[in-house]
């Protein structure tokens, strides 16, 4: 047994967190979040240069085939960096669906790209309100083309492809749901932006009108192989979060130690202390069940929807709580827009929502452990 | 990243798995299975003499103190090696609760700070459990605050007289032996006048009363000394160098409470499996589930935690500070499980007799057991100082005794 990432997997994360410090400062980010620009395309170029968007990819298809170790380890520095980039759709939603149910020619076509920078994708799943659910999804599909709405999609307005989910059946089993490839520049596809809680993050609506689609991966077996790419996303996503978890300690703690009142240095207070001390016991306990989330997911384990759901929920705890305190720590500064904060906080309360809600994977965990225990 | 044995951790397993299937106390599995925190009851036995009985087995056999040197009456195992026999052991390890002290926190010091001899003659019958050890700290003025104690230690000749009162010291009442912190220098400032012993607890002179808990158990004591005398060749570290020796205690204190601890989950989990609400079984309630999968995370967090610990240690790293929070975060986490378990059950759930209630009372046990779980070594306020301070590097607290001499220090608040 050894529960640790290798030597070489924590070279990479300094390598990440170097090219990320330099390349993706929160000036950087502010450029998305003013409104400036949809994506920070020079850091999705310089991603690319650096081989971290195939990092999962294997060599056949243009990636550096290192493995989801790898993939863990920067997702972590991208979530500490709250990166303006659609890494998470692109990277954890289209490419994992491509390698987990894509035929050659699909997987040839799109995943270099994917790993050169050249496309960006994305997962068209939810239809309004709600979690993820085969009851939910009304999208049409019928003769090689797509009718209806989906939103939101994560990166949507910018992205140049899709996975989509859609009806293909009737019987009212998780069978009537199939997913299809969509090329959102080949026509049929109306995107628009959504104005949403975390810019950065870009939200859009796409409007399927008799829009061409090819089927990704056997007909009626949708549902299942999106529950397989949503288990793997969110092991990758708690990574996100659980970066974006000890930025948050960091700059707490780093405040807690300049700012002065009643003469003495605010992280003196207990009071202080203690919500540092519990920010750091969130972010720890989120960062244990995400190791155990990254060993099966790289394991491709039996026991991964069970430590993707943990790894999810107690990240995502961990992220708002540690987020929100933040602001508290810094006090009124914390809550000015020219503080860094906000970003965080945004970013943490919407990463909560993206693969469907808190209480959505709390009753996901919960059976997969019946299950397990029933077994 | 990984979980599975090495070829010779499996060969390891299989030995101790073999092992403990022929030797273990098997009639009581059923029963030690089913206690929790605050209820170990085995019927028709003193499971004191159950619980010596499987130590010495052990010890005898090379399975006992595991990480211990071989010749202290251990195995010269590894931290790997410990987890996996610790998996094996199952429920049979709840046996291991009166040991706990003397083989995580007494031993640690004693081959640390004890003498070659004295090791060889002390460790052996410690690690196979005839000699049970004590840790006499705390006293009514120095709990938290442990230098504030006032125990008084003076030398006469080769021999120290010791007089004073400790107080909540576990397991006194059947011990042989104790680590004992005393004052050795009240003109200094307080952590710069102690000194370490360890002692008989045989001696004449050591009183000791059981104090009756607030969970209505006995485990814990006060301990008065009257002119008891230990010879100067049980002193452990230097004269005055007391509370150096202390952190080791407390370092490891840490690392084997923090890893011991119950969250409670396991036995929640299978309750709501188990009960039934007016709706149907509980787990299939909304609310409940919610709440179960927090606790879940919070319980894996601590395991997958403790298990990074365990790498770190294998690859000879020293136990950190950061350990404090499996104490920490069980410490609440199993008394808020109690507290949900009883509320589960509505009007019946106040009722503790193992006849009318749920599981035979496990949780309305662990509900009155579990306050003390967050004060007995170091309270929650103290594990959170000690992250943010060791671990964070935030401002030690300000110290208004820090360069008083300990004879001047006020005794009373509210003057
Ligand atoms: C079941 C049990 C078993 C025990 N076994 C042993 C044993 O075997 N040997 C032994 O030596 N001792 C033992 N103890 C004693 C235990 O270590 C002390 O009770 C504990 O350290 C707290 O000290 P105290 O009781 O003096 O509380 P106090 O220190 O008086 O604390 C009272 C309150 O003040 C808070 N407080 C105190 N100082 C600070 C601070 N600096 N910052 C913030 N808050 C603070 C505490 O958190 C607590 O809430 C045991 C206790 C229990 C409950």
Redesign the pocket.
């Known amino acids: 047994m050894n529960f640790d990432f290798s030597d070489e997997q924590k070279q990479m994360r300094d390598e990440a967190r170097k090219f990320l410090a330099e390349k993706c400062p929160p000036k950087a980010v502010r450029e998305v979040l003013d409104g400036k620009a949809p994506y920070d395309k020079a850091l999705w170029q310089g991603l690319a240069g650096m081989g971290f968007l195939g990092v999962a990819i294997p060599e056949a298809f243009g990636g550096a085939g290192a493995g989801h170790l790898e993939l863990c380890v920067i997702a972590e520095e991208m979530g500490r960096a709250n990166a303006p980039v659609p890494f998470s759709s692109t990277v954890y939603l289209a490419a994992e669906a491509l390698l987990l149910a894509g035929s050659d020619a699909q997987k040839q076509k799109w995943l270099p790209k994917i790993a050169s920078g050249e496309a960006i994708g994305t997962l068209a799943l939810f239809e309004g309100k709600g979690n993820p659910s085969p009851r939910a999804i009304k999208l049409q599909a019928s003769g090689g083309t797509l009718n209806g709405v989906k939103k939101p999609v994560p990166d949507g307005a910018i992205a140049d492809f899709a996975v989509v989910a859609a009806r293909t059946g009737s019987t009212g089993r998780d069978s009537d749901i199939s997913l299809f490839l969509v090329d959102l520049k080949a026509g049929g596809v109306e995107a628009k932006s959504l104005t949403n809680v975390d810019p950065t993050r870009g939200q859009a609506e796409l409007t399927f009108k008799n829009a061409k689609a090819e089927p990704l991966g056997a007909a009626g077996d949708g549902w299942s192989i999106l529950t397989q790419v949503l288990d793997r996303a969110a092991v990758l996503l708690a990574f996100e979060q659980v970066g974006g978890s000890d930025r948050a300690l960091e700059m707490g703690r780093d405040y807690a130690l300049d700012r002065i009142a009643f003469g003495r240095p605010i992280g003196s207070f207990?009071a202080v202390k203690h919500i540092l001390a519990d920010m750091y016991v969130s972010a720890t306990l989120a960062r244990s069940n995400c190791y155990y989330g990254a060993w099966a997911l790289s394991t491709n384990a039996s026991e991964l929807p069970e430590a993707a759901a943990a790894a999810r929920i107690s990240a995502t705890q961990a992220f708002q709580h540690c987020s929100k305190n933040n602001i508290q720590v810094h006090g009124g500064m914390g809550f000015t827009w020219e503080f860094d904060c906000h970003m965080y906080y945004r970013r943490a309360n919407t990463t909560a929502l993206t693969l469907g809600s808190l209480s959505y994977w709390e009753d996901q965990l919960i059976d997969r452990m019946r299950k397990k225990n029933a077994a | 990243m990984n979980f599975d044995d090495t070829p010779q951790e499996a060969a390891f397993r299989a030995e101790a798995k073999a092992w403990i299937s022929a030797n273990a106390p098997k009639q009581y599995e059923e029963e030690l299975r089913k206690s929790s925190l605050g209820r170990t009851v085995l019927k028709g036995a003193n499971i004191l003499e159950v619980a010596k009985a499987w130590q010495k087995k052990k010890a005898d056999a090379g399975w006992a103190c595991l990480h211990w040197p071989k010749e202290y009456g251990g195995r010269g195992s590894s931290p790997i090696e410990r987890v996996i026999w610790q998996q094996e052991e199952g429920p049979f390890g709840k046996l291991s609760g009166m040991f706990i002290?003397g083989h995580g926190m007494c031993g640690p010091t004693m081959m640390a700070f004890a003498g070659e001899e004295q090791k060889r003659k002390y460790l052996p019958p410690l690690a196979s459990g005839e000699k049970v050890w004590?840790?006499?700290?705390?006293?009514?003025?120095?709990?938290?605050?442990?230098a504030g104690l006032r125990t008084r230690a003076e030398k006469k000749g080769d021999d120290w007289i010791i007089n004073g009162q400790?107080?909540?010291?576990?397991?006194?009442h059947y011990s042989d032996y104790g680590i004992l912190?005393t004052r050795t220098d009240p003109n200094v400032a307080k952590h710069k006048g102690l000194t370490m012993f360890f002692l008989d607890m045989k001696s004449p002179g050591v009183e000791v009363q059981p104090i009756k808990?607030a969970s209505g158990q006995s485990?814990?004591n006060e301990v008065y000394f009257t002119d008891v005398k230990i010879p100067d060749s049980q002193r452990l570290g230097a004269v005055n160098d007391g509370w150096n020796v202390s952190l080791t205690t407390l370092m490891n204190e840490r690392m084997s409470i923090g890893a011991g601890v119950s969250t409670g989950f396991p036995e929640l989990f299978d309750f709501c499996n188990s009960l039934m609400l007016e709706d149907g079984p509980a787990i299939e309630d909304r609310s409940v589930r919610s709440r179960l999968a927090n606790y879940a995370v919070k319980a894996s967090g601590l395991r997958y935690t403790s298990m990074r610990a365990i790498s770190a240690l294998s690859k000879g790293e020293r136990p950190g500070p950061e350990n404090s929070i499996g104490k920490l975060v069980a410490g609440s986490m199993v008394q808020e499980v109690a507290m949900y378990a009883l509320d589960l059950q509505g009007a019946a759930g106040v009722l503790s007799g193992p006849e009318d209630a749920e599981v035979a009372g496990k949780f309305q046990a662990m509900l009155l057991?579990a306050?003390?779980?967050?004060?007995?070594?170091?309270?929650?306020?103290?594990m959170?100082?000690i992250i943010a301070e060791r671990v964070l590097g935030l401002p030690g607290?300000i110290r208004v005794d820090k360069d008083v001499p300990f004879n001047k220090i006020p005794t009373k608040g509210r003057a």
């Open positions: 207990q | 002290i004590c840790q006499l700290f705390s006293e009514p003025a120095g709990g938290s605050d442990v400790k107080i909540w010291t576990s397991g006194a912190l808990q485990d814990f057991r306050p003390g779980t967050r004060v007995e070594g170091g309270t929650d306020e103290i959170r100082n607290d």
